[in-house]
């Protein structure tokens, strides 16, 4: 009898490898204060049932670095490793610093935005020195400065403190936001008589502004006239 021949076209779709999946969708440093590194760790996860091998990883900005794992490395089926990554923030940089980690593997790319931003400050002081010149003992002289600041964080001294007591500031801290200003007065009142040179010392989180001091005390007021003008006169 007659041989019947029967066709079948079978369609096979082959699924792709599920793709590495990370614990986070990106990773955000923040803002980081100049003079310090952020670190922080991107877990990655194998949910294959067999080992995934990272052959590279990548980052183009200089600020974001891989710390660890040392490439190429192995993710076990089933397991996890953990991307640790530093961000070192850069004085004068206004904007935020935004990167992606790229990486390779036998079974799919990895690729996780990254960013973070520099905190920093850069105050200004519009005055050299402060000489306050010729002043009786127990008499008063006072002079002011002015101090500014630009950058990305407020400019926040702890600490005003003068190298000799016979100057005295007005304040003993100041908070200024960034592209503002205050101003410090400062009073002489000699207690001995004689030549003083000292500094005013203004402590911030990551900088130390100095001021130079100087001042004469002079011989008390007799009758109020000051004794040495007196004898510099005769």
């Known amino acids: 009898g007659a041989t019947d021949f029967i066709t079948l076209t079978v369609t096979v779709n082959e699924a792709s490898p599920p793709a590495l999946v990370p614990d986070s969708l990106a990773l955000d440093f923040g803002p980081v204060r100049v003079g310090t590194v952020a670190q922080d760790t991107l877990v990655y996860i194998n949910p294959l049932e ?3 091998e990272i052959a590279s990883l990548g980052i183009d900005a200089a600020e974001f670095v891989v710390v660890e794992p040392a490439v190429p490395f192995t993710i076990s089926a089933r397991d ?3 991307i640790v990554v530093n961000f070192t923030p850069v004085f004068g940089v206004f904007d935020s610093t935004q990167d992606t980690l790229s990486g390779t593997s036998n079974f799919g790319n990895l690729a996780v935005p990254l960013a973070g931003s520099s905190l920093w400050t850069n105050p200004a002081i519009d005055v050299e020195a402060l000489d306050f010149g ?3 003992v127990s008499g008063v002289q006072q002079l002011s400065f002015v101090v500014s600041t630009v950058g ?3 400019l926040i001294v702890t600490s ?4 000799d007591s016979q100057f005295v ?3 003993d801290s100041l908070a200024i936001e960034s ?3 205050d101003t410090v007065s400062v009073t002489f009142m000699p207690t001995l008589e004689g030549q003083v040179n000292t500094f005013l010392s203004l402590t911030a989180a990551d900088t130390v502004l100095q001021v130079p001091l100087s001042g004469l005390g002079g011989q008390p007021f ?3 006239i000051f004794i040495d003008f007196i004898l510099a006169a005769g």
């Open 160 to 163: 005003i403190a003068s190298g």
């Open 152 to 154: 990305t964080a407020p």
């Open 134 to 136: 010729a002043v009786p």
């Open 179 to 181: 592209g503002g200003q």
């Open 169 to 171: 500031a007005d304040k």
């Open 80 to 82: 996890s490793v953990g």
């Open 222 to 224: 007799e009758g109020g």
């Open 50 to 52: 067999f080992s995934l």
